[in-house]
């Protein structure tokens, strides 16, 4: 999978930094503490990219099945602070699921993506990528987004995955070809506990 082309790439230590501040702040969240998991206000303050307005998705899953995901469309926050954030409310806000407890926090397994910024699509059909691209569509108050992972695990191709996106948004799955339908892409970089540098 392609990572996205915001403003420049994360490094690998800033990509661990923001993996290492989700489960602490994720542990905080439930009030607990476990090996290897430092506390926030012992991390060093953060800098560069992680410090400017940015956007994630913040996942979580229990053996490779899904746990909860929760993420921001608009660059409100510090993508630092945007990170910590989602990774507790995917925790513990994800209305598809009961709210994680403190003994699961430790088996679960976590993947942050780092949105790009939109970019409006006028002819999805053939501007949609399956693998780069994720999709944000909208109607009068109704969005829905799929990340570029989402179409690949379920081997979707585009019309599928507009489709998907716009029942993820609440409306009919042919609402992307209507005129008031705004469909917009963006890319992102994807990256989880995997890639935690390891000791020894």
Same mark, same amino acid.
Not at 7 to 26: D, F, G, I, M, T
Not at 99 to 124: M, Q, W
Not at 155 to 164: G, H, I, M, T
């Given at each position: 999978?392609?990572?996205?082309?915001?403003?420049?790439?994360?490094?690998?230590? *800033?990509?661990?930094? #923001?993996?290492?501040?989700?489960?602490?702040?994720?542990?905080?969240?439930?009030?607990?503490?476990?090996?290897?998991? /430092?506390?926030?206000?012992?991390?060093?303050?953060?800098?560069?990219?992680?410090?400017? /307005?940015?956007?994630?998705?913040?996942?979580?899953?229990?053996?490779? *099945?899904?746990?909860?995901?929760?993420?921001?469309?608009?660059?409100?926050?510090?993508?630092?602070?945007?990170?910590?954030?989602?990774?507790?409310?995917?925790?513990?806000?994800?209305?598809?699921?009961? /709210?994680?407890?403190?003994?699961?926090?430790?088996?679960?397994?976590?993947?942050?993506?780092?949105?790009?910024?939109?970019?409006?699509?006028?002819?999805?059909?053939?501007?949609?990528?399956?693998?780069?691209?994720?999709?944000?569509?909208?109607?009068?108050?109704?969005?829905?987004?799929? #990340?570029?992972?989402?179409?690949?695990?379920?081997?979707?191709?585009? /019309?599928?995955?507009?489709? *998907?996106?716009?029942?993820?948004?609440?409306?009919?799955?042919?609402?992307?070809?209507?005129?008031?339908?705004?469909?917009?892409?963006?890319?992102?970089?994807?990256?989880?506990?995997?890639? #935690?540098?390891?000791?020894?």
């Amino acid at each position: 999978m392609k990572e996205g082309t915001a403003a420049e790439h994360l490094s690998n230590e *800033q990509k661990s930094q #923001l993996l290492v501040r989700a489960r602490a702040a994720a542990a905080r969240s439930l009030g607990i503490s476990f090996e290897g998991i /430092p506390d926030l206000s012992s991390l060093p303050s953060p800098s560069g990219r992680l410090a400017e /307005p940015g956007m994630c998705f913040v996942t979580w899953k229990k053996a490779g *099945q899904l746990r909860g995901c929760i993420g921001s469309v608009e660059p409100v926050r510090p993508l630092w602070a945007d990170v910590q954030a989602n990774a507790v409310h995917a925790l513990l806000d994800d209305p598809r699921f009961p /709210p994680a407890t403190a003994r699961e926090l430790e088996g679960l397994e976590l993947e942050i993506s780092v949105l790009s910024p939109f970019v409006r699509a006028s002819d999805p059909l053939q501007t949609v990528e399956i693998g780069v691209h994720g999709l944000l569509v909208g109607r009068g108050g109704r969005r829905g987004l799929l #990340l570029p992972q989402v179409p690949v695990e379920w081997e979707w191709d585009v /019309p599928q995955f507009l489709a *998907q996106a716009c029942r993820k948004a609440g409306l009919p799955a042919d609402a992307w070809r209507d005129a008031d339908t705004v469909v917009s892409t963006f890319e992102a970089e994807v990256f989880g506990d995997e890639d #935690l540098p390891r000791d020894g």
